[in-house]
């Protein structure tokens, strides 16, 4: 089973930028970022597949951008434009999928904490 561990969270002014990574044990079809805030489900946040293929939520389309390295095994996630409500522990995910909808990630890091403040 592939391991993931994330970095690169912090607490930020709304407005700033925070660039997450996930580095992988192994290299998995399809990668995506998760976050789970406090009190609330863990929510979809993007998605890259093999051929990098890119998925986004409505709340982070054009603010967020999901991308991975040429050996596919690490992950980022730049943020930009932060807000208060983007606060939540962000976990690294992957998939046997090579374009996984939401429902085919199968196995998620620790996850990094990202705060935001107003």
């Known amino acids: 089973q592939v391991r993931l561990v994330e970095s690169g969270g912090g607490s930020v002014q709304a407005g700033g930028s925070l660039r997450l990574s996930c580095v992988a044990s192994?290299?998995?079809?399809?990668m995506g970022w998760f976050r789970q805030a406090p009190g609330k489900e863990r929510e979809f946040v993007a998605s890259?597949?093999?051929?990098?293929?890119?998925k986004y939520s409505e709340a982070v389309k054009g603010r967020f951008t999901i991308s991975r390295d040429g050996a596919k095994t690490t992950l980022y996630l730049q943020m930009d434009g932060l807000l208060p409500n983007d606060t939540a522990l962000y976990s690294c995910?992957?998939?046997?999928?090579?374009?996984?909808?939401?429902?085919?990630?199968?196995?998620w890091g620790p996850g990094t904490q990202v705060t935001v403040d107003s």
């Open positions: 995910a992957s998939s046997p999928y090579s374009n996984p909808e939401v429902r085919q990630f199968t196995t």
């Open positions: 192994r290299r998995p079809l399809g």
């Open positions: 890259i597949g093999w051929r990098d293929e890119t």
